[in-house]
């Protein structure tokens, strides 16, 4: 045992030719990368970028809520990340006489900062390989359940010794590599984040759903918060008496810009990568799980967009539901097309074909086949399930009635469940989804994957139009009064209830048909993908291993550098103020610029202002809002997109298309001073002229 865990680190250790620009590293191994980074321009040393025992880049990152990325960026804790990763706080809000979103936020002054209960913000105070640890007192000879139950105790263990709630302290052991390597991550999470400020959408959100994950891009993505701690420097509850925090480090902000060729460099919390799976499971996300998804996100998103068009008030409430919606909807166009361009399930195949060639006559014989086996018997299921998960889940009176049922049951107040829901809730937009969800639905699932209730229902009232009245008509849950009123007492009555019924119906389909398949299958597959993960270490002894991402701390470096989407063009890599007045139209909402912006251009001087950048490095969700830094470790921009020709990096990444598009800081800084006034804000910065 032991030698096979040694054997393997050696092989995750070894300082190894890096891929292009590809790869999302761990930072507390920077040091075995930290040649290739300077050899490649990086003037810093790898305890720069990564210390326990000193302040380090490290110490000026966070994991914004628990999906993004932010930076500080003044001694003052003031945090810089994406307008779309603070864009649910900002709408939150927002009214229709204090339009945020379509007006911006500028605090003035640090009384006007706008308090944001549940967000928060995770500063990595360590990272620790625990594998021999995770793995003590596991034998070979034990089941996988055995297995599980030796991890299981030994993480709790873990986390439980090194996490300190009085100092807002968090830890979770994370597995890499589908289990091989097990890593401690130690997180100092603060309570108290607050608004700041925050452009007008039609600048932090410009080119909107259009400009999504394309290139050129002149989308000013960011928000600014501020963290807040107690007298004593420590996460704390919200409080008017908190204080700023003070971080161990925060960012100088680079005055230079950017040229083709310079180096950079982003740290950030990279959410999902699956990198090295086998080719069947390539082949159902491009061909039937992505086409599945666009086609029904295509029509949630068609009938949103009809009614805000229609009404300020229901834009308003659907501004944040529909960018969520759009954003994987538009991403799953460009992974589908990229893995198609890049041939990616033959050239898997012949690399299968490949390893079983290596692999006869050892431990890994047979294991391509049994992978295949397991997606064969898997998918149908899962297929099923994603169409559930797309359809009858974003109903959102169903939802919404089966988290009130369940408040109701565990006797925890509802009343901020009803007000979130009913700000932001239009009637005629649900009822249509309903309508053209469950019709799809009814189209495209097999009849031995539908449950009987579903089938009854088509049966007795005729009509998915039909259902969709009983449902709408006879539920109480969307009467705001009506759902106010109920208590425990009510919910026998509560279940009969037809948008709760629906459901419950739909929900114990689910876990009884369901649930059992996708379950043991994906055991299976943990088990399975562990092997081959494990054998491809193996195989390809010279080949350079990074862990998938897993929201996670990683460092990503490349460099600045245009791509040629097609034949006979070129994209070059920066952006400028010239190209929003060239998109500039009033009569269309997703580049419609406030006419102050007009007026400045107007008055000339600032056709070549740069707006956005686009870099090699490998990013991914989760990366949104990561700091992007220069060789000298300053702050050159904001990490915020992929170009959409290379959105199949989470799964194959080409040196020649794959882009992440960054906000260029020094259109932040144009931005809170000619539109937000704010250049008091400069005051607590540190500025660097390179």
Not at 257 to 282: H, I, L
Not at 428 to 442: G, K, L, N, Q, W
Not at 655 to 679: M, Q, W
Request: hydrophobic residues 35%; contains cysteine; negative net charge.
């Amino acid at each position: 045992m032991k030698r096979t865990v040694f054997f393997f680190l050696g092989l995750i250790l070894a300082v190894l030719p890096a891929k292009a620009d590809e790869g999302m590293w761990l930072p507390s191994l920077i040091s075995q990368r930290i040649g290739d980074m300077q050899a490649k321009g990086f003037k810093l040393s790898a305890e720069d970028v990564y210390s326990v025992n000193q302040a380090s880049l490290k110490d000026a990152v966070v994991l914004f809520g628990s999906g993004c990325t932010g930076e500080l960026v003044s001694d003052e804790g003031l945090l810089l990340t994406n307008h779309h990763c603070g864009y649910g706080y900002i709408q939150k809000h927002s009214s229709v006489e204090h339009d945020y979103l379509k007006d911006g936020f500028w605090a003035l002054n640090r009384g006007e900062e706008l308090p944001n209960p549940g967000l928060t913000v995770s500063f990595l105070d360590r990272m620790d390989d625990v594998t021999a640890l995770v793995l003590k007192g596991y034998d070979p000879s034990m089941t996988e359940a055995q297995r599980d139950s030796v991890v299981r105790a030994n993480s709790s263990r873990l986390a439980a010794e090194n996490a300190d709630p009085s100092k807002g302290l968090t830890a979770n052991v994370e597995a890499l590599f589908y289990g091989n390597q097990y890593f401690l991550f130690v997180f100092r999470v603060f309570r108290d984040v607050r608004l700041v400020g925050a452009p007008p959408s039609s600048i932090g959100k410009f080119g909107g759903d259009t400009d999504n994950w394309m290139w050129p891009r002149h989308t000013g993505d960011f928000s600014i918060f501020r963290v807040y701690a107690g007298k004593d420097n420590e996460p704390a509850d919200y409080s008017p008496d908190n204080v700023p925090y003070h971080p161990k480090k925060f960012f100088k902000i680079s005055r230079a810009g950017v040229q083709e060729g310079d180096f950079t460099f982003v740290y950030g919390c990279p959410g999902s990568t699956q990198e090295y799976v086998m080719s069947e499971q390539v082949k159902y996300v491009s061909e039937l799980s992505d086409p599945q998804k666009i086609a029904l996100r295509t029509q949630r998103l068609d009938i949103q967009k009809k009614y805000m068009l229609q009404d300020q008030a229901v834009r308003i409430q659907y501004s944040s539901k529909n960018a969520s919606v759009s954003n994987a909807w538009k991403k799953w166009q460009g992974e589908e097309k990229g893995i198609k361009k890049m041939h990616t399930v033959a050239t898997k195949q012949a690399y299968e074909a490949r390893f079983k060639e290596w692999a006869k006559g050892t431990e890994y014989d047979g294991l391509v086949e049994r992978l295949g086996d397991i997606y064969a018997r898997r998918n149908p299921t899962y297929l099923a399930y994603e169409y559930y998960n797309e359809t009858v889940r974003t109903i959102e009176v169903v939802q919404f009635a089966s988290a009130i049922v369940a408040r109701l049951r565990s006797g925890n107040p509802t009343k901020d469940l009803i007000d979130s829901f009913f700000k932001d809730y239009y009637q005629p937009i649900d009822e249509e989804i309903f309508v053209a969800m469950m019709t799809s639905f009814d189209e495209n699932v097999p009849d031995s994957f539908k449950p009987e209730f579903f089938k009854e229902l088509l049966s007795e009232y005729g009509s998915v139009e039909s259902c969709k009245d009983l449902v709408f008509r006879g539920t109480i849950f969307t009467d705001k009064e009506k759902v106010e009123a109920l208590t425990p007492d009510d919910l026998e009555e509560v279940s009969k209830d037809p948008a709760y019924a629906m459901y419950a119906a739909f929900y114990d389909w689910y876990s009884n048909d369901l649930a059992p398949v996708i379950r043991e299958t994906g055991e299976e597959l943990r088990v399975a993908n562990r092997d081959y993960m494990r054998a491809q270490m193996e195989f390809e002894k010279d080949r350079d291993f990074y862990p998938d991402a897993n929201l996670t701390l990683r460092v990503a470096y490349g460099h600045v550098e245009g791509y040629s989407p097609y034949d006979a063009a070129y994209y070059h890599p920066v952006s400028t103020l010239k190209g929003i007045i060239e998109k500039d139209n009033p009569d269309i909402f997703d580049y419609n610029i406030p006419q102050v912006l007009r007026d400045i251009y107007a008055q000339g001087g600032h056709e070549d202002q740069p707006v956005c950048f686009l870099a090699t490095n490998h990013t991914t969700g989760g990366n949104s809002g990561s700091p992007v830094i220069n060789a000298d470790g300053n702050l050159i921009g904001i990490n915020f997109d992929r170009v959409w020709e290379g959105t199949m990096s989470d799964i194959v990444f080409d040196p020649e298309f794959c882009r992440n598009i960054s906000l260029d800081i020094r259109y932040l800084l144009f931005v809170i001073d000619e539109i937000g006034h704010a250049s008091y804000l400069f005051d607590e910065m540190v500025f660097a002229d390179r």
